[in-house]
């Protein structure tokens, strides 16, 4: 067997859509495709390089036949779509095109390719015949892959686009986190986020609600807390999606730190996580705090955006010329915030607000609304 092509710089590919018929391996004037010829079959498929919007693919090929390939056909399927490897009906093409390059070569379109989704690949040559036909090989093996998550580059993206809608700065003073009241009794052992006997809330595992991309979805563990006001009051809203008890961060008894203070300082580190949409009005950002050098700040480090813990457009911490520090949150946007390291109840006091309960606000495990301008960018949802 020969060894594959190669290129010290992998052809970038984009493909095109073949619109074929369901008859495999048969002439049809619908598809342009021949009969299964002598063609070399792709063996040993390989897929590396792999991002949220683009990976590279290679096979070896016996010598056989080999000067007459023109055409690479590639039968990309999402993996929970998966049926037959034969080609689909002509008004719902899901083959690829690709005329013949070196091997390796980098397949890239965000139009087809989604963040973290898992795919199945297989590979056919063809040979473009005189009269507009092809002839083509038998099917290669099937093999699995997954697209990786948004890079750094792509949630600078998103980060721009946050930062376009985030509206003035308005202060704040506390940290708070809703909850059912049992989450915050002695004995929860139904809340995993709970440690019952030593009255803490411990970090849990993010969901996938939000941008599908996200590398802190499934990933990340941490503590939702909420910093919003109200325009016209400057405090907490007295309403929640997540329950009608609510624990408040402040300080103990006599201590004059500011309660916001106690989660977000000098040694606290910022970074963007996400911002998306759920089909509604509301715009929501994800900020994580990490305590410097915490097992939170390295895993966000090199993943996530850090942003300037007293110059950014969402959550600010700032000196005042007293020495005190001073808090400030975007007014247009609904800020989540995930602290990556547990918190004693005892940093404040749990009470029941007198509002209502929003389901219709909750983001557990919400989808983003995958066409809106607003909130996405242009290498999947």
Request: hydrophobic fraction near 30%; glycine fraction near 6%.
């Amino acid at each position: 067997m020969e060894p594959p092509h190669s290129s010290m710089n992998s052809p970038s590919v984009e493909l095109k859509s073949l619109q074929l018929c369901d008859r495999e391996g048969t002439a049809s004037a619908d598809s342009g495709i021949g009969d299964v010829d002598d063609l070399p079959v792709p063996q040993q498929i390989r897929i590396s390089n792999i991002t949220c919007d683009s990976f590279k693919i290679s096979w070896d090929m016996d010598g056989r036949g080999r000067d007459r390939i023109t055409h690479y056909f590639i039968d990309l399927n999402k993996k929970e779509n998966r049926k037959e490897n034969k080609f689909k009906h002509k008004d719902v093409p899901t083959k690829l095109v690709a005329k013949a390059v070196p091997l390796p070569m980098t397949v890239r379109g965000h139009w087809f390719l989604s963040p973290r989704t898992e795919y199945t690949v297989s590979v056919q040559t063809a040979a473009k015949q005189p009269d507009g036909d092809y002839a083509v090989s038998q099917w290669s093996e099937i093999i699995e892959f997954c697209t990786a998550d948004y890079s750094t580059v792509h949630l600078n993206q998103l980060l721009q686009k946050a930062e376009a809608i985030a509206g003035r700065m308005l202060p704040f003073t506390v940290f708070y986190r809703n909850q059912q009241k049992e989450y915050f009794q002695q004995a929860s052992p139904s809340y995993r986020s709970r440690d019952a006997q030593c009255r803490r809330m411990l970090p849990s595992v993010k969901d996938n609600s939000g941008s599908h991309g996200s590398p802190i979805s499934g990933k990340l563990k941490g503590i939702f807390f909420s910093c919003n006001t109200e325009f016209n009051t400057g405090k907490p809203p007295q309403d929640s999606p997540y329950g009608p008890f609510r624990f408040q961060v402040q300080p103990q008894t006599g201590c004059e730190m500011i309660q916001a203070d106690i989660l977000f300082n000098h040694n606290t580190n910022i970074y963007f996580g996400d911002f998306y949409c759920m089909y509604t009005s509301y715009h929501y950002v994800i900020v994580v705090l990490a305590p410097d050098g915490s097992d939170g700040d390295a895993f966000c480090k090199g993943r996530l955006p850090v942003l300037d813990r007293s110059n950014n457009c969402f959550l600010s911490c700032t000196n005042e010329e007293d020495g005190s520090l001073s808090f400030r949150h975007a007014q247009d946007v609904i800020l989540e915030v995930i602290y990556t390291e547990p918190v004693d109840l005892s940093l404040g006091t749990v009470a029941q607000i007198s509002g209502h309960q929003l389901m219709s606000q909750s983001t557990v495990n919400a989808k983003k609304d995958p066409s809106c301008k607003i909130c996405n960018i242009s290498v999947g949802r």
